[in-house]
């Protein structure tokens, strides 16, 4: 049976970590440090420690710019850094274990495509948690986007994945007919329910938030599109590019690896080698931009998307379409944890970016295993039908 959600008493004064932190960088921070145990905070210093004396023994024996020296320097910067793990990695392994609890947690709160009840699941979860000693700190989950995130990929995609496969073997039942019964058969026996819940707040979520009317919130939450406030669009798509490489830690890696690689040019001194390192990260921004900005960007904002655009039914009209792009980008900034602002120049590139990104590219092709989004072939399908300029 679906749960009906119920109001939190402390669901007003939320305790998840995107209340207590600036971003969600400072608290990924924290959770690196305090999730490192005792051997890995023993083998940190003990790393340390041996960069300081390698450092001051070939400072005596070698040339000041020894290429030698410098690859040790490397080597253990690099031992050092593997020490840490991506939080993010670490929490999906622990919800892994607690699968069932996650699935509880879900058909309980029912909470479908509303952010706002995953972040009371999430907080839910979070106390589960750490009072059961699954977690060392209060808050392993930082928001319900987060919570959200992991319940599709532990949860839905396998389903999704184990549905196709049934597809394939009966390919000649249509697919249409009775898709949810056939998707929840495909699911564990915990899951089940979830997974029909989990449909059920979907589809509900879409009859009100696709509607026409809501064509006169979008004209309220206008705001000014990057075509109108900067100087150049060219400017623009380079702003979002190195905004995008700071967002997703992406420059780090680069500054790394770059820093490495000139580390084999004698000539290049430390200091001025920064300026090729900072070069590095201008072209491979620009290189990665498209991916870059789609890291955060998860199925609630892409519901979002395609709702304003069943709603609009922009067609090819430019107009119609720049109505879109500033809802989304007004969306992005208040309401996602994406929190990027300007993530459509225009209307044209908002409709040459559904086109490309959001759309049809989501669906699994013939061959592919991928089926991250199989289960919103519907609501896809219905935005590219609104979009469609026939």
């Known amino acids: 049976m679906r749960g009906t959600f119920k109001e939190d008493p402390e669901a007003h004064e939320l305790r998840n970590p995107k209340t207590h932190y600036r971003n ?95 972040d009371l699941v999430a907080q839910r979860l979070n106390d589960f948690l750490h009072a059961e000693g699954h977690w060392p700190v209060t808050n392993p989950l930082f928001d319900g986007h987060m919570c959200h995130s992991l319940f599709r990929k532990l949860v839905v995609h396998p389903v999704n994945k184990k549905l196709l496969a049934t597809r394939v073997q009966r390919a000649t039942v249509d697919a249409r007919e009775g898709e949810l019964s056939t998707r929840t058969s495909a699911a564990s026996e915990p899951a089940k329910d979830t997974i029909a819940c989990y449909e059920s707040g979907m589809r509900e979520w879409w009859a009100r938030n696709a509607k026409p009317e809501k064509q006169e919130g979008i004209d309220v939450a206008c705001r000014k599109l990057p075509k109108e406030v900067v100087w150049s669009k060219v400017g ?97 900034v208040t309401a996602s944890a994406a929190g990027r602002a300007a993530q459509f120049y ?39 039908d609104a979009a469609s300029e026939d």
């Not at 905004?243 to 820093?259: D, E, G, H, Y």
């Open 24 to 118: 969600k960088a400072s608290w990924e921070l924290a959770q690196m440090a305090t999730g490192l145990s005792i051997p890995k905070w023993m083998s940190s210093g003990l790393i340390i420690c041996m960069f300081i004396a390698a450092h001051d023994v070939y400072y005596e024996r070698a040339p000041a710019r020894s290429w030698h020296r410098q690859q040790l320097y490397n080597v253990l910067l690099s031992s050092f850094a593997m020490l840490f793990e991506s939080p993010y990695q670490k929490i999906k392994r622990t919800i892994k274990l607690q699968m069932e609890q996650l699935c509880r947690e879900v058909l309980e709160g029912n909470p479908g495509m509303q952010i706002e009840q995953w």
């Open 236 to 332: 623009w798509q380079f702003s979002v590019a190195m905004a995008a490489l700071v967002q997703t830690r992406a420059f780090i890696p680069i500054s790394f690896l770059s820093f490495i690689g000139l580390g084999t040019v004698y000539s290049i001194d430390t200091i001025f080698r920064l300026t090729p390192v900072v070069l590095s990260n201008v072209f491979w921004g620009i290189i990665l931009s498209p991916a870059l900005r789609d890291t955060d960007v998860n199925a609630r904002d892409l519901m979002e998307l395609w709702a304003t655009i069943v709603a609009v039914e922009p067609r090819g009209d430019t107009s119609e379409w720049d109505r879109v792009a500033s809802h989304m980008n007004k969306y992005l």
């Open 346 to 384: 225009d209307g044209e590139n908002c409709m040459q970016r559904f086109k490309k990104w959001y759309s049809a590219s989501l669906l699994p092709k013939e061959g592919q295993v991928d089926a991250r989004f199989e289960d919103l072939q519907p609501y896809i399908e219905a935005a590219m």
